[in-house]
């Protein structure tokens, strides 16, 4: 009995650990396209915009939005290092 208790144990935790390894490569992917896409972005409003003030505020926007995709990936990261420390 005990032997079924800790295999179903192991299991739930290799099942989370790859939910939750696929749900990190996902999000760096989209962060990936995200960096990408906010960097073309910014270069776009380099050109399209006449005033300073215009383009710091677009950078601006832009800034926060990477910073928010920084932080996600540093709470993946911490998810995965956590999953990590207890299957071990």
Known sequence: MDKDIIKNIIAS???SAIASTTTYII????N?????RN???IEEV???YATRRE?????ASLERTVNRIDRNV?????LLLNINKYNN
């Open 27 to 30: 999000t760096a992917k989209q």
């Open 46 to 48: 380099k050109r399209d």
């Open 55 to 59: 383009l710091d505020l677009k950078i």
């Open 32 to 36: 990936t396209i995200n960096i990408e």
């Open 39 to 41: 960097t073309k972005a």
């Open 74 to 78: 540093d709470k993946l990261t911490q």
């Open 13 to 15: 935790l290799i099942v």
